[in-house]
């Protein structure tokens, strides 16, 4: 048995199996929060992974803001 206490799931362009690995997840009962990390980000995927999948946080790779991904923030969100 493993148990966790927070998934980390990669979403890459035009190809879900990030979320649809937090779907199947989901659909087990598992209570565990998801994180999904994305070097594609769309508005439309950020919605779906925020709403319907219920995950934690949504986080962009490479922030369309042109500055590096921020680790610092990452580990706050994972200690929270």
Same mark, same amino acid.
């Given at each position: ?11 890459? !362009?035009?190809?879900?199996?990030? =979320?649809? =690995? ?16 994305t070097g ?5 995927t950020a ?9 934690f946080d949504? =986080? ?9 991904? !921020? ?10």
């Amino acid at each position: 048995v493993i148990v966790t206490d927070m998934r980390l799931v990669d979403e890459e !362009k035009d190809n879900e199996d990030g =979320l649809k =690995l937090v779907k199947a997840i989901n659909q087990r009962g598992s209570a565990t929060k998801a994180i999904v990390v994305t070097g594609y980000p769309t508005l439309n995927t950020a919605k779906r992974a925020l709403g319907a999948l219920d995950v934690f946080d949504y =986080l962009e790779k490479y922030p369309s803001d042109g500055s590096s991904f !921020k680790a610092a923030e990452f580990l706050r969100i994972v200690r929270d």
